[in-house]
């Protein structure tokens, strides 16, 4: 199982970023697929999760309105689409997997998850 986050970089407060997961070594059909993402000097928490069976969508309250996830499975990525950024949002993103159920208890597990990939750096300025 391997998993890559790509797509970071560094925006205006109010523009947009879009990050890609991609996977390898599991189903996007079987696993459900969730973003993370950890702040400098703090605790790292749970952002998005799209579930496996239906892609149905979770989101933290504080990206609620402004983050998307969607998931092309032909290309085996998931992919988190940014948009209305804030400072607050700067931190390294993360994707991970592990057989669960994409919902609020996944978001609340982010030392839990079985797989992760390397992070990718947003910085939002201004």
């Known amino acids: 199982v391997q998993l890559q986050a790509s797509g970071g970089g560094s925006v205006q407060s109010g523009g947009s970023l879009r990050l890609s997961c991609e996977t390898s070594?599991?189903?996007?059909?079987?696993?459900?697929v969730g973003w993370f993402r950890q702040a400098p000097g703090k605790e790292r928490e749970g952002v998005s999760c799209?579930?496996?069976?239906?892609?149905?969508?979770y989101y933290a309250d504080s990206v609620k309105g402004r983050f998307t996830i969607s998931r092309d499975r032909a290309k085996r990525t998931v992919y988190l689409q940014m948009t209305s950024l804030k400072p607050e949002d700067t931190a390294d993103y993360y994707c991970?997997?592990?057989?669960?159920?994409?919902?609020?208890?996944?978001?609340?597990?982010?030392?839990?998850?079985?797989?992760w990939g390397r992070g990718t750096p947003v910085t939002v300025y201004g």
């Open positions: 799209i579930s496996s069976s239906d892609g149905s969508t």
């Open positions: 070594g599991f189903s996007l059909d079987h696993f459900p």
């Open positions: 991970a997997t592990d057989d669960s159920r994409c919902n609020m208890l996944f978001l609340k597990r982010p030392y839990g998850m079985d797989y």
